[in-house]
């Protein structure tokens, strides 16, 4: 009985995910700009744990801060390759089949989002 209890809470769980995510078709990114985009992220990793250590260490802080600026700065332009992949992908692919006033409505909103 608790494996059928379990079955029916993970089924649930599942579906109130499912529920949850923006059904939108997959425009998959090339090798070569999975490969970018993971290569930028791992940098961006590498830049947080120094921050890190650098914080352990009880370095100045204004080195500490100006590692901070190059993070937030790493960080927008890995939004903004992915924003281009998004419109010249995803929007584009979504205006072709009809769908593209939700698809713009989207990328609007998350572009105010880097306006605030």
Not at 37 to 60: H, V
Not at 73 to 88: C, R
């Amino acid at each position: 009985m608790a494996s059928r209890k379990a079955h029916t809470t993970s089924a649930a769980a599942a579906r109130t995910a499912a529920m949850k995510r923006p059904q939108h078709p997959a425009v998959a990114h090339s090798g070569a700009q999975t490969a970018a985009l993971a290569k930028r992220l791992n940098r961006i990793e590498g830049q947080l744990r120094g921050i890190g250590r650098m914080i352990d260490e009880d370095r100045y802080c204004v080195d500490i801060l100006t590692q901070v600026s190059a993070v937030q700065s790493a960080l927008d332009a890995l939004a903004l390759k992915l924003l281009e992949h998004h419109l010249h992908g995803c929007v584009t692919h979504a205006v072709a089949s009809g769908n593209g006033a939700h698809a713009i409505d989207d990328a609007l909103a998350v572009i105010r989002k880097f306006g605030r």
